[in-house]
């Protein structure tokens, strides 16, 4: 069997894959996000010896303007594990095409016969290969790493909205037997949220990040990515990204390192620490290069106090949880939703036709994703700061995902698909099975109730109380920061939609109670930010 295209691969790495023939019974597609040999066992169990197949598609790499750090990660990751699978004696096909995963995998199926695939967790690559698979030209298996079968979600939530969280948490800690003593949580309860919610001043004192040595495959990909990707967003830095064993074993330290206060400040933000006491793992779990079951041990053999502990583990199960959501609505292309059509390259490009699929829209949001996310100043601090640590790192932690980015995005009417495109081609952690629901179903509302009660918004008082953004910021949190405006129009706004909503009531009642020329400022502060933003113009306090 020949490699396709193997004079592409870069001469180091390629010279390091050892050439044929081969002695295997069966060959098994490795996707890009498989990256674990554990998953693989079940299927040499049934068909005997295998060899491993791995393919790197630049159509795949240009179908969204993805950040150069994400494609990267990714790439440096596969082609280590490629080399790591061949010492442990998988015999490998390295394959490098300009095409996509589905013409190179007809190719080969056409010359050795069918090859064995894991279930994909992306729905755009299981779209992309459906076809294969249903010719025989693909053979799939289950896909065993997930910590919780299809079963315990449709059990406990069911296959139709509303789907909520908390049945779906309390069955999988009663399954695993996670902190429960005789069929009871430990602390008499299952949920430290409460307590999950302090800001963070300086004190402890953050861990910095491991800082990573490069080594001869990031070098190469680092300089193929700027070459053959050179149009996309960021820059390549492999000092800030995991990509070999001895990386991922750091990694892992720096994890343990950071539960004796993840739990605590988890939702707190500081300019002096970007990740605070985050543990900078899904990016090694989505990749399956730390499989979930690592992360959860680790977290359960730590000395952490409850709280902290419990607050990861609840960060592993909504994982669990928005994968099955994802999967059992077909993406959300089953729900019944508002619906519009939109952009796919979160208005990086000076130009793109619409999508002629539509996508979900509850709210009829229709303002294109401002510049500023892609790095033009804004003038607001906590955007400016959040969106410099997505263009420096592709990687911000959870709240500025959501009580920021998202937040002012659904606050300014941006259309969901917009801004959920750009967190899927911007962040090094994202894919669609895991950022859609959280963007369109937590950080937009785009889906109505599917997944939430209520929307995810704020003013500018939460920003204050929750981070240090606004010491910086020329705007004052309470007398000039347009962001409480946006909020009070948002709600005014939106109000129809809302109407009958409990978990709204009050705020609507608020709204309600502001005079005639109260609401109009809060709508022209609107106007005027969408207009500056959309605009690339920088916003001035002395201009609202």
Same mark, same amino acid.
């Given at each position: 069997?020949?490699?396709?295209?193997?004079?592409?691969?870069?001469?180091?790495?390629?010279?390091?894959?050892?050439?044929?023939?081969?002695?295997?019974?069966?060959?098994?597609?490795?996707?890009?996000?498989?990256?674990?040999?554990?998953?693989?066992?079940?299927?040499?169990?049934?068909?005997? #010896?295998?060899?491993?197949?791995?393919?790197?598609?630049?159509?795949?790499?240009?179908?969204?303007?993805?950040?150069?750090?994400?494609?990267?990660?990714?790439?440096?990751?596969?082609?280590?594990?490629?080399?790591?699978?061949?010492?442990?004696?998988?015999?490998?096909?390295?394959?490098?095409?300009?095409?996509?995963?589905?013409?190179?995998?007809?190719?080969?199926?056409?010359?050795?016969?069918?090859?064995?695939?894991?279930?994909?967790?992306?729905?755009?690559?299981?779209?992309?290969?459906?076809?294969?698979?249903?010719?025989?030209?693909?053979?799939?298996?289950?896909?065993?790493?997930?910590?919780?079968?299809?079963?315990?979600?449709?059990?406990?939530?069911?296959?139709?909205?509303?789907?909520?969280?908390?049945?779906?948490?309390?069955?999988?800690?009663?399954?695993?037997?996670?902190?429960?003593?005789?069929?009871?949580?430990?602390?008499?309860?299952?949920?430290?949220?409460?307590?999950?919610?302090?800001?963070?001043?300086?004190?402890?004192?953050?861990?910095?990040?491991?800082?990573?040595?490069?080594?001869?495959?990031?070098?190469?990909?680092?300089?193929?990515?700027?070459?053959?990707?050179?149009?996309?967003?960021?820059?390549?830095?492999?000092?800030?990204?995991?990509?070999?064993?001895?990386?991922?074993?750091?990694?892992?330290?720096?994890?343990?390192?950071?539960?004796?206060?993840?739990?605590?400040?988890?939702?707190?933000?500081?300019?002096?620490?970007?990740?605070?006491?985050?543990?900078?793992?899904?990016?090694?779990?989505?990749?399956?290069?730390?499989?979930?079951?690592?992360?959860?041990?680790?977290?359960?053999?730590?000395?952490?106090?409850?709280?902290?502990?419990?607050?990861?583990?609840?960060?592993?199960?909504?994982?669990?949880?928005?994968?099955?959501?994802?999967?059992?609505?077909?993406?959300?292309?089953?729900?019944?939703?508002?619906?519009?059509?939109?952009?796919?390259?979160?208005?990086?490009?000076?130009?793109?036709?619409?999508?002629?699929?539509?996508?979900?829209?509850?709210?009829?949001?229709?303002?294109?994703?401002?510049?500023?996310?892609?790095?033009?100043?804004?003038?607001?601090?906590?955007?400016?700061?959040?969106?410099?640590?997505?263009?420096?790192?592709?990687?911000?932690?959870?709240?500025?995902?959501?009580?920021?980015?998202?937040?002012?995005?659904?606050?300014?009417?941006?259309?969901?698909?917009?801004?959920?495109?750009?967190?899927?081609?911007?962040?090094?952690?994202?894919?669609?099975?895991?950022?859609?629901?959280?963007?369109?179903?937590?950080?937009?509302?785009?889906?109505?109730?599917?997944?939430?009660?209520?929307?995810?918004?704020?003013?500018?008082?939460?920003?204050?109380?929750?981070?240090?953004?606004?010491?910086?910021?020329?705007?004052?949190?309470?007398?000039?920061?347009?962001?409480?405006?946006?909020?009070?129009?948002?709600?005014?706004?939106?109000?129809?939609?809302?109407?009958?909503?409990?978990?709204?009531?009050?705020?609507?009642?608020?709204?309600?109670?502001?005079?005639?020329?109260?609401?109009?400022?809060?709508?022209?502060?609107?106007?005027?930010?969408?207009?500056?933003?959309?605009?690339?113009? #920088?916003?001035?306090?002395?201009?609202?």
């Amino acid at each position: 069997m020949k490699r396709l295209n193997a004079s592409t691969v870069s001469k180091g790495f390629g010279n390091s894959i050892q050439e044929g023939p081969y002695n295997v019974d069966s060959w098994v597609f490795v996707a890009y996000d498989q990256l674990n040999l554990s998953l693989f066992k079940t299927i040499e169990q049934m068909v005997g #010896t295998v060899g491993l197949v791995f393919i790197e598609s630049a159509s795949k790499g240009r179908s969204r303007p993805y950040h150069k750090q994400k494609l990267a990660l990714l790439l440096s990751n596969q082609r280590h594990f490629a080399l790591e699978a061949q010492e442990a004696g998988y015999p490998i096909n390295y394959l490098v095409t300009q095409g996509s995963y589905a013409e190179t995998l007809t190719v080969l199926a056409n010359e050795v016969g069918p090859i064995h695939c894991v279930e994909f967790a992306e729905y755009s690559t299981r779209m992309e290969l459906q076809p294969l698979i249903e010719s025989g030209a693909l053979v799939t298996h289950p896909h065993n790493g997930w910590l919780t079968p299809r079963s315990w979600f449709t059990e406990t939530v069911g296959t139709a909205p509303p789907f909520r969280m908390d049945r779906f948490y309390r069955r999988v800690r009663k399954e695993t037997g996670w902190l429960m003593v005789d069929a009871q949580p430990v602390g008499d309860k299952y949920s430290f949220d409460e307590e999950n919610r302090k800001p963070w001043r300086g004190d402890p004192v953050a861990p910095a990040p491991p800082a990573f040595t490069p080594d001869g495959i990031d070098h190469e990909v680092k300089t193929m990515v700027d070459d053959v990707y050179s149009d996309h967003p960021g820059s390549v830095d492999f000092t800030q990204i995991p990509t070999s064993e001895a990386d991922i074993a750091a990694s892992m330290e720096f994890a343990r390192s950071c539960l004796s206060h993840f739990g605590t400040y988890e939702d707190a933000m500081s300019t002096e620490s970007r990740g605070l006491f985050h543990t900078r793992l899904a990016s090694l779990l989505n990749l399956h290069r730390v499989m979930p079951q690592q992360a959860a041990e680790m977290a359960l053999e730590s000395k952490a106090e409850l709280n902290n502990i419990e607050g990861f583990l609840r960060q592993l199960i909504w994982r669990e949880y928005v994968h099955h959501i994802h999967e059992v609505t077909d993406g959300f292309r089953t729900l019944e939703v508002n619906r519009s059509l939109a952009r796919r390259d979160a208005q990086w490009y000076d130009a793109a036709p619409l999508d002629g699929e539509p996508h979900p829209n509850h709210l009829e949001q229709t303002f294109p994703l401002p510049k500023a996310y892609w790095g033009q100043k804004s003038g607001l601090a906590c955007l400016d700061e959040s969106v410099a640590s997505v263009m420096e790192e592709g990687w911000t932690h959870h709240i500025p995902r959501l009580m920021v980015l998202s937040n002012i995005a659904h606050l300014l009417d941006v259309q969901p698909r917009e801004l959920t495109d750009w967190f899927h081609a911007a962040f090094i952690d994202a894919y669609d099975w895991v950022v859609e629901p959280n963007v369109f179903g937590m950080g937009t509302f785009a889906l109505g109730s599917a997944m939430m009660t209520k929307p995810y918004v704020a003013g500018s008082a939460y920003i204050n109380r929750m981070s240090n953004h606004c010491k910086s910021c020329e705007f004052h949190p309470k007398k000039t920061c347009p962001i409480g405006r946006l909020y009070w129009a948002y709600l005014e706004r939106h109000s129809h939609a809302f109407a009958g909503n409990h978990r709204l009531s009050m705020a609507l009642r608020n709204v309600a109670k502001r005079n005639k020329e109260m609401k109009q400022l809060d709508h022209q502060t609107f106007l005027n930010v969408q207009d500056a933003l959309a605009n690339g113009r #920088t916003l001035r306090p002395d201009e609202q």
